[in-house]
């Protein structure tokens, strides 16, 4: 039972205009996303984040939207850049169990 | 600062051979967590400490795999007898978790990768 799914595996932009990545997840008890980035060779970073009492939060050219309603949330990337082009991870925790479950991961192919 | 630093960064090693991965976390964090990812199953949660006790292993595969953390500043995973289908990358990741203003942003190592032929 995958409580978290990034359904896209893979997704290619051209350089200068939105990506949009999406993560859907079952348990209601997630209280806090995050999303990751993974170049080749290196272990993940984190990114961005948001609690479940917001809908948004914005970081630069990063900005996660949450439904709650729909247990979906989704980044955007606005404008890509070829150097985003990486492994991206949606996370979500229960912060009263502290263990972070992931997505599949949705490669990013940022195209100059 | 130092970041989480994992050991060895690749293992290359036959099948029945016993296998020792290590990980000194970030100075200060309490929670360490290893991550396996494959082709298959992505980043799956392996293990986890807090405090150097383990909360919570229902992500071990099989009694092949053991987990220690004898210390704040150190943690193995052990895999023994390895198997082909143990290939993967193995991450480690530290977290400084149940304090004010932290909310569970895991730092992680560069990885382990892992061949077992």
């Known amino acids: 039972d995958q409580q978290v799914k990034q359904n896209s595996p893979s997704l290619s932009v051209q350089e200068g205009r939105i990506s949009i990545l999406n993560c859907d997840y079952t348990n209601s008890m997630f209280d806090y996303f995050l999303w990751y980035k993974k170049y080749p060779a290196e272990g993940p970073t984190f990114l961005i984040s948001i609690s479940s009492i917001k809908d948004k939060n914005e970081d630069g050219r990063f900005t996660v939207f949450l439904n709650k309603s729909a247990k979906h949330l989704s980044l955007h990337i606005v404008p890509s850049q070829p150097g985003d082009s990486a492994v991206y991870f949606c996370a979500a925790i229960n912060t009263n169990a502290g263990k972070s479950t992931f997505g599949d991961g949705t490669t990013l192919t940022v195209k100059p | 600062d130092a970041g989480v630093i994992q050991s060895p960064r690749h293992e290359v090693t036959e099948m029945g051979q016993e296998v020792t991965l290590r990980c000194k976390p970030i100075?200060?964090?309490?929670?360490l967590f290893w991550y396996r990812q494959t082709m298959m199953r992505g980043l799956e949660l392996l293990i986890y400490f807090n405090n150097n006790v383990p909360i919570d292993d229902s992500g071990m595969p099989e009694d092949r795999f053991s987990a220690k953390m004898p210390n704040a500043s150190f943690s193995t995973l052990k895999i023994q007898p390895s198997e082909p289908r143990d290939s993967a990358v193995y991450f480690c990741a530290s977290t400084l978790w149940g304090t004010s203003g932290s909310l569970g942003e895991l730092f992680f190592g560069e990885g382990s990768r892992l061949t077992v032929l």
């Open positions: 100075s200060g964090h309490n929670s």
